[in-house]
């Protein structure tokens, strides 16, 4: 049950589109299409804005989509706004019936 | 609209046990799948248990099983975690979810594990 590997943290301007990588393996991400991703700002509980791979749950801005090829998710975060800047993490079902957690990409809007 | 909320979280020392809850209102609780998630002091999230709608399913991160059990109440409208055997990297909040992709999450009640 590893973490899932995303990068430690991006950057981007306000206006920009910003990519978010999420890495596993055939057993977790690579094997189903139920990949989630979350928002988390500081202090506050995560918040679902994508599952099964590309859904946007109602209520979560057309700015955010996501998709997944082979072993990788990617999410893409369009129009950075100065209210992105927050935590990311990702979330993979696994071969063991079990979920597993990117360990999260923190977002800056310089 | 959907609201869980998780109590039961405290100060407890190494070897100790500790009892969480979480009340659900708003949806059909029994219709659901729920999770429990931790998150340590300013590191990432980490799933720990889920439970089928039933309670005939259960299953466990690798770190925490044979330590704490998953239980469900669905008349109650209530999600456990019973912790036994408690370590200092148990230290976390723990937040209860909903669904299979937790689409809601209560507001965490924090667990320290001290002596």
């Known amino acids: 049950q590893s973490a899932l590997t995303q990068p430690a943290s991006v950057s981007g301007s306000p206006g920009q589109s910003i990519t978010f990588s999420c890495t596993g393996t055939?057993?977790?991400?690579?094997?189903?299409?139920?990949v989630s991703w979350y928002q988390q700002h500081a202090g506050k509980a995560p918040k679902l804005i994508i599952y099964?791979?590309?859904n946007r749950p109602s209520g979560v801005s057309n700015r955010f989509s996501a998709s997944k090829s082979g072993n990788t998710a990617s999410l893409t975060i369009s129009g950075l706004q100065a209210e992105d800047e927050a935590d990311y993490y990702c979330?993979?079902?696994?071969?063991?019936?079990?979920?597993?957690f990117g360990r999260g990409t923190k977002l800056t809007v310089l | 609209e959907v609201q869980l909320v998780e109590s039961g979280g405290g100060l407890v020392q190494p070897g100790g046990s500790l009892r969480l809850s979480c009340v659900a209102s708003e949806f059909t609780f029994s219709s659901y799948w729920m999770s429990w998630v931790r998150q340590a002091p300013g590191k990432g999230l980490e799933w720990v248990a889920k439970i089928k709608q039933d309670g005939s399913e259960k299953y466990y991160v690798d770190s925490v099983k044979g330590r704490f059990t998953i239980s469900r109440d669905n008349a109650k409208n209530s999600l456990y975690l019973q912790m036994n055997s408690l370590r200092a990297e148990d230290t976390a909040v723990y937040y209860c979810t909903r669904n299979i992709f937790f689409d809601y999450w209560g507001q965490g009640t924090l667990v320290t594990v001290s002596s």
């Open positions: 099964d791979v590309s």
């Open positions: 055939s057993s977790d991400v690579g094997g189903y299409n139920d």
């Open positions: 979330s993979s079902y696994t071969s063991s019936s079990t979920r597993v």
